[in-house]
């Protein structure tokens, strides 16, 4: 349904279209992301550094389309006042927590090489019915990642020695690591994670309560688990197989993750 909030604003079911256009800052990032990775494929300047930007802008356009997922489709849902909160414009400042989401992942990447996930948007999970739906919502941003890695990894596998540099090619098999360790990592029954958030709606009122009890430390339990060398250990061995499965050589990942970190020399 159409309407009009201020004369030629036009309104979506009451909700001012602007709230559904891309914002300044999201575009920024994909013209950054695209004008980097021109300057790693012609290997223009320092190739280093124009990897590290390829890089860091391509994980950021992964984050703000994570969570455009979470948004768009708890909107579709029955959470009407996303839209209001700012969600839907994939603009990374709008999140609850910026450090949290965009800050502390980039620095994880920088020096850990790991796709952390972030928790940036707050769903009105009263105004959703229906726990499949609510599943639904908790699906849509791994599925993003899962989406991203596959996508890399063809462009890699097609993509490679048909031109480009081999530094542009280490960014992308980066990127595509760096998106199958956030799809891994979201998929985990973690709570507060995507992960546990798909089987909260399923759990009985008992479990519920000690979920959401524990939901909040779920970034704190995450880290506890990877900071484990056994469970660490499990966890990367996990990761690495699923990358031979989709046919993503683990040494792209290791020169990639050598060139981003251009202030080494």
């Known amino acids: 349904m159409m309407g009009y909030d201020r004369p030629g604003e036009p309104l979506v079911l009451g909700v001012p279209r602007a709230a559904f256009r891309p914002s300044p800052v999201f575009l920024g990032l994909v013209a950054l992301f695209v004008t980097s990775g021109v300057l790693a494929w012609q ?6 550094f124009d ?12 984050l703000c389309l994570h969570e455009y997922a979470h948004a768009v489709v708890a909107y579709r849902a029955g959470d ?3 839209a209001h909160r ?6 990374p400042f709008k999140y609850t927590h910026p450090l949290l989401s965009v800050g502390l992942p980039v620095l994880v990447v920088l020096l850990g090489g790991i796709g952390l996930p972030g ?3 707050w769903v009105d999970r009263h ?3 229906g726990r499949l739906r609510h599943t ?7 599925a993003t990642n899962v989406l991203f890695t596959l996508v890399l990894v063809a462009a890699l596998r097609i993509g490679f020695g048909t031109g480009g540099s081999i530094e542009f090619w280490a960014g992308v098999g980066l990127l595509a690591f760096l998106q199958l360790t956030a799809s891994v ?5 973690v709570p507060g994670l995507d992960g546990g958030n798909m089987i909260q709606p399923w759990l009985s009122p008992q479990y519920r309560r000690m979920y959401d009890l524990f939901a909040p430390y779920g970034f704190i339990l995450l880290f506890a688990l990877l900071w484990s060398p056994r469970i660490g250990g499990w966890f990367f061995n996990a990761v690495f197989a699923i990358a031979d499965l989709l046919g993503l050589p683990p040494e792209f990942f290791s020169v990639g993750f050598n060139l981003i970190r251009f202030w080494q020399g």
Do not use: E, H, K, Q
Not at 43 to 48: A, D, E, H, S, W
Not at 136 to 142: E, F, I, N
Not at 185 to 189: T, W
């Open 86 to 91: 700012g969600y839907l414009t994939l603009n």
């Open 185 to 189: 990592l979201n998929l985990l029954p």
């Open 119 to 121: 928790g940036a948007v």
């Open 80 to 82: 009407r006042d996303i």
């Open 43 to 48: 290997r223009y300047g320092n190739v280093r």
């Open 51 to 62: 990897v590290f930007l390829f890089v860091v802008s391509g994980w950021l356009v992964s």
């Open 127 to 129: 105004a959703i019915p």
């Open 136 to 142: 639904l919502v908790s699906l849509a941003g791994p």
